[in-house]
């Protein structure tokens, strides 16, 4: 392994700068160039997703880099949905049946910026800001960018050039333009956009409503969720179609449409947020996207990582854990492979590929179940027996949601595949009265892991798996 050599990562987000600090702590020299002012010094959310879900994939990341003592400050625990209906009734869900399971609501910002100031630690990284990439030649390892303050443009030579700029990436854009291999890419939309509202701490700077909980407002064509904030306030994002249905983004037009939306569709919620209309109308309305796109490398000279490589929807909390995940694994096989880049680029995605295309299919999955199916008596009753299942044997029941969420050592391709014969096997049973969910649990586990290898066999026999 050639320690010295020069790397250069594109973007300065939580998974470049993640990346940053581990390849500073294996010696290599390390530049950063990030097209935005340092999130340190600037407010730069503008309504942009400002808290994340950290959850136990994330946290392996932090602790490979020994932050956690740092990060756990920042967190939030949050145990379950807790879901409002239309006359303001709520309902809990939790997340786990065992104990000490729960997902963290954490600022971007805040995590961001210690990722920055532990990297920065080290001397053999520099880090720039407001210098935008413009193009990457690959062959030659040469970056072109352009300096937002000075309006200069000027060219960065390395040795390795690490795509970590995000789903508008500008090194995956010079992969399909330069043409020097070919580059398989997809980016699907949904219907839906979001924007990004707040409910404020009350007079003495505590939450209004309950910060334990991720708070769904579930509507079936549209949703709201908030997720809570240190400062007692919570951030607030609606999830609604830009043209479709009664209400939508292109005929929320005006002050009274608006307020009319509201009042009739989440009334608890609109009474907690005093600046709706101004929120509403100045904060941006965000599009949810899936990229996926192949290879992830070029030689032993250029690679795509986290959502560079992989954006998906933010539905199932695993956008920052997934990048943050592959961290970690492209961590494992560079050990695995020291001093040969390009098999080292090759069994990552090799290793990786599989498992960031479930997460994103999950997290659309998780986008309908969220805003349809929450609410569901089948659902509830499917949900209550998987915390009764996962509290009576905590080593023996894991619930889909609890295999992506809190088991950092089983992949997401894994997790789904039993996850969803486990979900039809449960609500086949449930749907069937072929259980009695008031009877002894250790038979109920006996048959849901029974219908569950039965429809995992048969998934193996009809190439599903």
Not at 103 to 108: P, T, V
Not at 186 to 212: C, F, M, R, V, W
Not at 353 to 366: F, G, H, Q, R, S
Not at 392 to 419: L, Q, R, W
Request: include cysteine; hydrophobic fraction near 35%; glycine fraction near 6%.
């Amino acid at each position: 392994m050639q320690e010295k050599e020069n790397i250069l990562i594109i973007g300065a987000g939580l998974c470049g700068a993640l990346l940053a600090l581990r390849l500073a702590q294996k010696g290599y020299n390390v530049i950063v160039y990030e097209s935005r002012p340092d999130l340190r010094s600037t407010d730069i959310s503008a309504g942009r997703s400002i808290n994340l879900a950290l959850s136990d994939r994330g946290l392996k990341a932090m602790a490979m880099v020994g932050i956690e003592d740092k990060v756990t400050p920042l967190c939030t625990p949050m145990y379950g949905r807790l879901i409002h209906d239309k006359e303001g009734n709520t309902f809990a869900s939790n997340y786990s049946g065992r104990e000490g399971e729960y997902i963290n609501s954490i600022s971007r910002g805040g995590l961001n910026g210690v990722l920055l100031s532990e990297a920065e630690k080290y001397d053999n990284v520099t880090i720039h800001f407001n210098k935008k990439c413009l193009d990457v030649d690959i062959e030659n390892t040469i970056a072109k960018f352009k300096c937002y303050t000075t309006n200069e443009k000027f060219e960065v030579n390395a040795d390795i050039i690490f795509g970590a700029d995000g789903a508008g990436s500008s090194l995956r854009k010079s992969y399909y333009l330069e043409k020097k291999f070919l580059f398989s890419y997809s980016q699907n939309y949904l219907t839906h956009g979001y924007k990004e509202l707040e409910i404020p701490a009350n007079k003495i700077g505590k939450h209004q409503i309950s910060k334990d909980h991720l708070h769904i407002w579930p509507r079936g064509e549209y949703m709201l969720i908030a997720l809570p904030n240190l400062d007692g306030s919570f951030t607030v994002t609606l999830f609604l179609s830009y043209d479709e249905g009664e209400y939508n983004f292109n005929n929320l037009t005006t002050i009274d449409k608006v307020t009319e939306f509201f009042q009739t569709q989440f009334p608890d919620a609109l009474a907690l947020i005093p600046d709706i209309h101004n929120e509403f109308f100045n904060n941006p309305t965000g599009a949810l996207g899936t990229i996926k796109c192949s290879p992830w490398s070029y030689k032993d000279k250029t690679l795509l990582i986290g959502d560079a490589a992989h954006a998906i929807v933010p539905f199932y909390g695993q956008g920052m854990n997934a990048s943050f995940e592959d961290v970690v694994v492209f961590d494992t096989i560079l050990e695995q492979h020291q001093g040969d880049w390009e098999a080292t680029f090759k069994a990552y995605e090799k290793a990786r590929k599989e498992d960031t295309d479930a997460i994103a299919d999950l997290a659309v999955d998780n986008y309908y179940e969220m805003r349809d199916h929450v609410a569901n008596p089948l659902f509830k009753e499917k949900r209550k027996l998987e915390m009764d299942l996962e509290k009576a044997f905590p080593t023996s029941y894991f619930s889909k949601y609890s295999m992506v969420t809190f088991d950092e050592n089983i992949g997401y391709a894994k997790a789904m595949k039993i996850g969803r014969a486990q979900d039809k096997a449960l609500l086949n049973l449930i749907a069937d009265r072929e259980i009695d969910t008031t009877k002894d649990l250790k038979n109920i586990l006996n048959q849901i892991q029974k219908e569950t290898n039965e429809i995992l066999d048969e998934d193996k026999i009809a190439g599903l798996r």
